[in-house]
């Protein structure tokens, strides 16, 4: 088998990166999607908790205008659909960021492989120069994600079950599997930050 040149696998690397970029790009606007998403879904939550007789004739209009109904709609229905979709765009979400951090990591590894080639002056704009010229906002964006937004949004989800609780307008099923949507998020919130903590690590051990 012949042996590539070296321009050839400059080559290579470089629609390698070019990719990369791409797909680190698709990432992180799915991200921000799925966590406007999350907080739209919390602001639904938060009307249900402040105004549950005006956010049920609100919420029951809006479903039958969607769905073109016209039959009546059970709010504890509607409740528990919110459930189930705040823990699906939150997984996604989850996974999201993390696969970011890894992309980050990643990244950082092929440029630093495609810099060497040009005096480590070029091949920068998403690792080294990024953090070099936006060091104070990036640690921001990193508590942002690692620290409040998992923070705010247990507690979020927490005053809203136990609302739900001391309401006690639903009946024991629904309200059990609402519960149990409670506890799968904030499993999930835990494996997230644990995850993204083994990432950081991993990496560090790596440099």
Request: aromatic share 14%; proline share 1%; charged share 15%.
């Amino acid at each position: 088998m012949a042996q590539l040149s070296d321009d050839t696998k400059l080559t290579v690397l470089n629609e390698h990166y070019n990719n990369t970029v791409a797909d680190f790009k698709k990432l992180n606007k799915t991200r921000d999607t799925n966590f406007l998403f999350i907080l739209i879904l919390l602001g639904v939550m938060a009307f249900q908790y402040v105004s549950p007789n005006q956010s049920q004739s609100v919420l029951v209009q809006v479903v039958q205008k969607k769905l073109e109904i016209d039959a009546a709609v059970s709010i504890n229905v509607i409740g528990s659909l919110v459930w189930f979709t705040l823990l699906y765009v939150a997984i996604r979400y989850f996974q999201n960021v993390i696969n970011i951090e890894k992309q980050y990591n990643y990244t950082h590894q092929l440029e630093k492989e495609l810099a060497q080639h040009y005096d480590d002056k070029a091949f920068t704009r998403e690792g080294k120069a990024y953090l070099d010229n936006y060091a104070i906002f990036s640690d921001w964006v990193h508590i942002v994600y690692w620290y409040i937004f998992p923070v705010l949004f247990t507690v979020a989800i927490t005053i809203k079950i136990i609302g739900e609780w001391a309401a006690n307008n639903q009946d024991a099923l629904q309200l059990w599997l609402n519960t149990a949507i409670y506890a799968s998020l904030v499993v999930s919130i835990v494996l997230y930050v644990w995850s993204l903590h083994r990432t950081k690590k991993n990496t560090e051990d790596n440099v």
